[in-house]
């Protein structure tokens, strides 16, 4: 059993153990000079000690979040994805006003010009200093990861506010959350890929809602709008709607009239697409197109078709079956002691049980499902998507763990051995080279 007075400090363990993980992640570089290219990074140094091997699409996060009017041009590539950019511009303005009372940032606005491989020229327009926007970029990504553990707490029905959640052992497996290789690749890189952990989180907690029947209808609504603004940010958080509207049709279709569902189902739809419709429409009204850089340059989608019309329908679900199997793999090579772990661990139990009905377990489950085959689809499963899984595996770890706590055979015992085991990891996760993308 812990101690009472270990217990007093927990809370502060907990967040030291995040602070002080984001923190060190800085040591570095850690990509060298010459590989920069090879592992898309751009390498930035503080000092000796520290600097950080940037993601390379992170600079152009900073110029677009300086000056927005890039998103409006025909070739943007982030102009499928503007939330974040325009949220990061706007909290930038009072902190540059601020600044420049200190004569920060004073030679700001400004225009350099860059030249190209070809000789020609290209002007760079920045509202604001560099390190504005990457501060701010970095402060959203610590809410971003801050809404994953809220989220995750919520789910098994805690509060990260309240000293006595953190009593919970089992609940510091939500920690992996955070530990990860998008969190380590990521933070402190400009960019909207911690949202795919937010968006596992947020999709586990309100579709096991419903499927509890927690949610009332008015809600869902709100909801669906929410995604729809969220959708501005990454096209991640169609996945939530998808399986939000998936739970609502499991609980309702035997209660509620075929025409009645039909109608809710529309309502659900037409609330989702406005934020997004909205953005279409004033970007294809400027450029009498919109650009959408995936379909382009890497085939994302329409691979299918194409792979389709080639080789056939069996030749096309085999190459779906083995691009899950890869996802499998590689997950399970990035987290093998987590498997290990709870192999091990069942050695602590008299025995064990798993209510298969449960809600979070069927959830989590449909999540993995969806969440793989959405980027199969994309053709895109670098190893930074694929450790994604790790939201819904974690999900049904703590769901275990927290159903098997009276099969325990002693509690502490099992405590000190996680303990370790997460000890090593948090330390192996901090020194390990990658995975870049």
Known sequence: MISQDIKKYLVIIFWALIVSYLFLLMIGPRVSDNQQKEYCVRNFEINEFFGHSMNCDSADYMLNASNPN????????????????????????????????????????????????????????EKFHPKIIYVVFAALNFLILCGCLFFCFKIFGFSIFSRNSYFNWFLWFSLLIIFNNITNQFFWSPSTKLFITFSGVFSIFFSSKILKNQISKKNLIMICFVLGLMMLFYAIFVLPFAICLLMYFVKSYKKVSKINLFLDYLLFIFLFSIPYAAWYFYIFNINQSFYVSNFTNYKMVTWISDYFEQQGLAELTLKIAFKFYMILKEFFYQYWFLFLTIISSSFFYKKVSFDFKDPLIICSATYFMLYSFFFIVLNNTPSNVVTGLIVPIIVLLITFLKQNQKNLKKKSSIIYFYSVVFSSFYFWSLIKFGPYS
């Open 70 to 125: 890039r998103l409006l041009s025909n070739d943007s590539v982030r102009q499928t994805r503007p939330g974040l950019i325009l949220v990061v511009f706007v909290l930038s303005h009072p902190i540059d006003f601020v600044l420049k009372k200190f004569g920060f940032g004073s030679n700001f606005p400004n225009l350099t010009l860059k030249e190209n491989i070809d000789g020609s020229t290209t002007e760079v327009f």
